[in-house]
């Protein structure tokens, strides 16, 4: 399974003194460690992507959605970079219009209260498939309150919701 971060994590300046040097000259021993420790976290970063349930993703303020790993496409049927580029949104693939305006709802009440939220709603996949989710997520707003992004975790809930219907 494939996953990204969404910007590389390059060390660049300390304490206001350069690490890394211009093309051509040798890497500070400095540079080398911010380096290093710039690699470990990215691998355990990976790691624990890889190891969790759910399907991690940002959501920005001008609609679009990055997801951290391939698996929303076997979810779904539709590819990371759809998602990003908005050719797909969430909220398209919302079967009920009541359950897209709860899960609206949520957020905006996330607004006024703590700033978390729990939605459960069914999405149709791109081959067709009913497939219920549940997203937890955060609303991330700056000191004057503007949405600067949405945190969350998608997590299929498909045979959870099959095995309590009759």
Known sequence: MKH???????PSESSGEKLCHPLG?????????????VSQIERKYRLLIDNLPSIVYVGHADGSVEFFDDRIQDLTGYSREEFLTKKVRRSDLIIENGEAESAKK?????????????SEYKIRSK????VWLEER????????????????????ITKHKSVKSP
């Not at 000259?25 to 420790?37: N, R």
């Open 137 to 156: 997520g955060q609303v991330v707003c700056d000191e004057n309150g503007k949405i600067e992004f949405i945190v969350g975790a998608l997590l299929d």
């Open 106 to 118: 949520t957020v905006k009440e996330a607004l006024r209260t703590d700033r978390s939220y729990i």
């Open 127 to 130: 081959n067709g498939e009913i």
């Open 4 to 10: 990204s971060i969404p910007e590389k994590l390059t």
């Open 25 to 37: 000259k040798a890497p500070s021993p400095a540079c080398e460690e911010a380096k290093a420790s």
